[in-house]
T-cell receptor, first 110, second 114 residues
Framework: KQEVTQIPAALSVPEGENLVLNCSFT??????LQWFRQDPGKGLTSLLL???SQREQTSGRLNASLDKSSGRSTLYIAASQPGDSATYLC?????????WGAGTKLIIKP | GAGVSQSPSNKVTEKGKDVELRCDPISGHTALYWYRQSLGQGLEFLIYFQGNSAPDKSGLPSDRFSAERTGGSVSTLTIQRTQQEDSAVYLC????????????FGDGTRLSIL
């Protein structure tokens, strides 16, 4: 059974710092891996999708990597801003389902 | 509209009543997904539609839950004889096809069972 874990559960850093969020999964037979952000009381916004055959994807200040063999993904956020404050969720597409991590709550202090 | 639309945005009902939640996906998206986000439980998959067919219903928590999709577009999630543990935010997502494109989410329906 696929399980997804995110570390840390919460992170608070000063504005301008670069940071890394971690995601690990137990079964490497995945279709893709996606990173989302969720703002309080809102739905989910897709940030990056990495196909199982890919190693990384980039969008603006965000870079996500995927190492399927070790069951790990990282989301790198460069030059963090207060507007980046949100909960970041990692999800693995496995057998028609997205299996979700519990999320990392990120606070960027001005 | 341009995004996934869910209605109602909030629903409060008494235990034992039936509720129906609606999802309007992005036009042209063939894949449609329902998820539930409960306090302390995180996000869980409920059901996936490809067109009007649901290849995977394994995530539905009990036989009180059912879902249908008509015309390859609108989907409804029905919960019969609601229980307090059904209280959660129900999220719908759609994508052009399964797997290759990110899923686009609606803002959800917040369901509260009294």
């Amino acid at each position: 059974k696929q399980e997804v874990t995110q570390i840390p559960a919460a992170l608070s850093v000063p504005e301008g710092e670069n940071l890394v969020l971690n995601c690990s999964f137990t079964d490497s037979a995945i279709y893709n891996l996606q990173w989302f952000r969720q703002d309080p009381g809102k739905g989910l916004t897709s940030l990056l999708l990495i196909q199982s055959s890919q190693r990384e994807q980039t969008s603006g200040r965000l870079n996500a990597s995927l190492d399927k063999s070790s069951g790990r993904s990282t989301l790198y956020i460069a030059a963090s801003q207060p507007g980046d404050s949100a909960t970041y969720l990692c999800a693995v597409d496995s057998n028609y389902q997205l299996i979700w991590g519990a999320g990392t709550k990120l606070i960027i202090k001005p | 509209g341009a995004g996934v639309s869910q209605s109602p945005s909030n629903k409060v009902t008494e235990k034992g009543k039936d509720v129906e939640l609606r999802c309007d996906p992005i036009s042209g998206h063939t894949a449609l997904y329902w998820y539930r986000q409960s306090l302390g439980q995180g996000l869980e998959f409920l059901i996936y539609f490809q067109g009007n067919s649901a290849p995977d219903k394994s995530g539905l928590p009990s036989d009180r839950f059912s879902a249908e999709r008509t015309g390859g577009s609108v989907s409804t999630l029905t919960i019969q004889r609601t229980q307090q543990e059904d209280s959660a935010v129900y999220l719908c997502a759609s994508s052009p096809s399964r797997g290759y494109e990110p899923q686009h989410f609606g803002d959800g329906t917040r369901l509260s069972i009294l």
